[in-house]
C-alpha cells in the first residue's frame, strides 16, 4: 500500500528531534527551491553554454581545481542516513526514518530519471533502496522503461531490503507478467515475507502460470528434503482463486507426491 506523502512527512517529524526536524524542513524546501530554479535557469533545447575564452578569468590551477557542484537536494539525500538514523522506527509497520526522509526529498527535487539513474547505479544500498521506494511518488513520473531498468536490477540481487523495495507500488502497477512472477518466487527463496509485496491479491488472483511455477517449487523443496515457505501457500491459493463467474478450484495446495508403492515380496525359492 503506498503510504500518502502527507502522512510520511507528519509521521517522520513526529519522530525527529527539533534539530533533525529543523534540517527536513530546510532541506524539502531547498529541494523544492532547486527544482523550480533548476527550470527556470535550464538553457533553451539545443543551445549549449559556453564560457567565451576572453570572459574566462580563471587561471589554468583553478579551471584544473574547478569540479561540477552537487545539487544541494543531492547533498541532504546523503546526508539523511547521518541525521536521520537516530530516530529508529519503534515498529515495522511504520517508515524507516532514512527512507521517509529520502523518498520526500526526491518528490520534492523531481529529478530527471538520468539523475535517478544515477543515484541508484552509485549510491550504496540504503540510496538505492530509497530511489526503488521513491518511484511510484516522483511527479511528473519518470519514464517505465528507464525506471524499471532499476527494478529489474535490484531483483537480480540477493539483497532482501533491495528487492522488497523493488516489489512496491511501482512494479504492482508497471512490471510485466513474467518479472512479477519471477519476483515473488525470488521473494520466497530469499526469505522475504510476501507481505512486503505491494498488489499481491490483485496481481497473483487467477494467475494460473504462477500457480504452476510455485507448485513445481514446492515440489523441488520436498523432493530435497527441504520445507516449503510457509508464504507459498497463501499465494499459491491466490493464484487458484478464479475468475468471477468461473468455479473455484478444490485441489489441495501443494498435493504431495504419490506415496512410493510397498516392496515386493521375495518370490519363494522352488523346492528341491
Known sequence: MLTPLASLRTGLELRLAAEPRAWLQRALAEAADDRHRTDADAPPAG????????????????????????????????????????????????????????????HAAAPGIRELTRLYRHGTGDERRAVLLALPHLDPPPEPAAALELVEDALRTNDT????????????????????????????????????????AHRAS????????????????????????????????????????????SAPVHPPRPAAAPPTPPRPSPEP
Not at 87 to 94: E, K, P, Y
Not at 168 to 194: N, S
Not at 214 to 236: F, I, N, Q, S, W
Open 47 to 106: 543551445v549549449q553554454q559556453t564560457a567565451s575564452p576572453l570572459s574566462d578569468t580563471r587561471t589554468p590551477a583553478t579551471r584544473t581545481r574547478s569540479v561540477p557542484r552537487l545539487p544541494r537536494w543531492e547533498l541532504h539525500f546523503a546526508r539523511a542516513g547521518r541525521i536521520c538514523r537516530g530516530a529508529a522506527a519503534d515498529s515495522t509497520d511504520v517508515p524507516d526514518p532514512v527512507d521517509a526522509a529520502r523518498v520526500l526529498i526526491l
Open 161 to 200: 531490503r533491495l528487492i522488497a523495495a523493488a516489489l512496491g507500488p511501482y512494479a504492482a502497477a508497471h512490471l510485466d507478467a513474467h518479472q512479477w512472477r519471477h519476483g515473488v518466487l525470488k521473494c520466497l527463496f530469499t526469505g522475504v515475507p510476501l507481505a512486503a509485496l505491494a498488489g499481491l
Open 206 to 249: 487467477g494467475d494460473e502460470e504462477l500457480a504452476r511455477m510455485l507448485e513445481d517449487y514446492a515440489h523441488e523443496r520436498t523432493a530435497a528434503g527441504r520445507t516449503v515457505p510457509e508464504d507459498l501457500d497463501r499465494a499459491l491459493r491466490l493464484a487458484r482463486l478464479a475468475a468471477p463467474g468461473e468455479t473455484g478450484k
